[in-house]
């Protein structure tokens, strides 16, 4: 048994909506005439949670129940290239942390050829390098030791 | 300060060399990516958002506006050539154009797509200044009320005419003016859901959403059905159109910018809605609709007129209320905040050879293209055999640094890799993400808008009803929302 793709939708903003609404609890609301910066987020919460209950209700009339097949590998890849530039790139400098942000984002793809990804990253690093921190001026090092 | 005047301001400005070479760079950029497979315009304007903050405002516009409308020429290259439509726009132009290219008729159909979209485009410039004044003049009268009915209507009709669902739609703008919230409240002083984290106590980047939301989850996407690829084998020979195949596509050509102008206005439709609608209509006027799809010239000219000319239009509601009706356009609009213009009608009359630039160098931007495209169209033929296992990797890379270029903080990195996942989930639950875009950058300002007309009106919520021009806002909004309703009731 699976679930319907609006039933996780309608949870998830449900979810979302109490967040809103359970951790804006401290800000003070006000009134109408003047709204404190709890007003808005506490409206737009409950609407949310209005709004995922319909999606999610709404399913259970239709005949859509096909399974989701998610494609985990290829966003790990993606976004663990990403972590990994943000967690190299002020302690090693710029070209380090391209050197592991490239093959491991191009770990995503169907066929990986290493020959290919090695020079793919030997050419981006050498662009990067050039354009941002010779060309534009960006306040980045190269290597950081 | 009438529309000569005006134009005459913004040729002048727009003339200049450096804004010349901006709009040069950003029409050339917008068609490569427009050639380049799985590269959107979204994902690029996203990723050059950063640079422009060392640029002055026009000449970051003009480039950002470039890249939009130099994006559709790029797509119909593609479409004709290898029947993969660079944009979701050009999908219908892949229905005769890659045809007629099967008949060595590629030049013709190159030819015919580029000068229907120079014509589109010149229309639709014109439009945007005759359009704009008349607008921004209207506008300028909008109190606070009249900008919150406003937002409210551009927001409930981007969420139910953006392709999808509407309820979902409705839920994206929803969380999108939640996101918009994170940060210090400019009232009261107090920072919300910022849980203690240093870098959210500015608000969440506009960077950090759209590359995370759009380009990290595109390519996730990309990599998980069959990678885009095309390529071009064929020969290019005769580049210009016959005289018959010129009167064939003048009139559909002159339908399909028509078309493309009324939907470019409407919230959340945009060019490629346009561009089918304008295609449909092109095959019940025909007299043998039999040709259609069998490499007809008017299913090439048609489409892409509509389809430059909306492109060109949705800038009238962007420039003269602030009130943008695509994904792109919320873009532009976040561009012009962040360089601060508050958009809206005062921008005419305060900044008006910022207006009447962006509006002159769209002309000159049109007449670039079509000199680029026309020749050079062998040169871009070439980029289409470019892997697309080599375009993502760097793609990733510049989103990371462009997110990095922001504050110089890695968080921003990670908060992108964040909203890249959240992209990547609700695309795959069928969630649009533009809506949720369109919530988060008008998000702070209606809640300002929304305070200040409940002070003004002692907390009385009919100030929202009884001022003629916001209660029309709101009936057209009660409509549209009835509308949808009525709409689940027939097909749930």
Known sequence: MHLHRDVIAGTLFILIGWFALSAGRVYPIGSAMHMGPGYFPAVLGALLILLGAWI????????????????????AWITASMLLFGFLMPRFGLIPALAVMLPVAAAAGRDFRFKEVLLLTVVMCAFAGGVFVYALKLPYRLFTY | MDVYDSLALGFNVAFSLQNLAYCFAGVALGTLIGVLPGIGPLTTIGLLFPITFYLPPLPSLIMLAGIYYGAQYGGAITSILVNLPGETASAVTCLDGYPMTRQGRAGAALATAALASFFAGCVGTLLIALAGPPLGEWALAFGPAEYFSLMLMGLVGSAVLTQGDAAKGLAMVVLGLLIGVVGTDVNSGSVRYAFDVPELTDGIGFTVLAVGLFAVAEIVMNLENREPQGAFTGKLSQLMPTARDLKASFWPALRGTGIG?????????????????????????????????????????APEAANNAAAQTSFIPTLTLGI???????????????QGVTPGPQVMTEKPELFWGIVASMWIGNLMLLVLNLPLVGVWVRLLSVPYRWLFPAVVMFCCIGNYAVNNNPVDVYLCAFAGVLGYVLVKLECEPAPLLLGYVLGPLMEEYLRRAMLLSRGDPAVFFTRPISLVFMLATLLVLVLMVKGFRRSG
Request: proline content about 7%; cysteine-free; charged content about 15%.
């Open chain 2, 324 to 338: 943008p009706g695509t994904a792109v356009m919320t873009l532009m609009l976040a561009a012009m905040i962040m």
């Open chain 1, 56 to 75: 999610g209700l709404r399913a259970f009339r239709s005949d859509g129940w096909e399974r989701i097949v998610w494609g985990w590998k290829p966003l």
């Open chain 2, 261 to 301: 102008a009324f939907f470019g206005i409407l919230p959340g439709t945009g060019p490629a809605l346009s561009s089918f609608a304008a295609y449909m209509i092109e095959k019940k006027l025909a007299r043998d609709p039999a040709r259609f799809g069998n490499g007809a010239i008017e299913g090439v000219a």
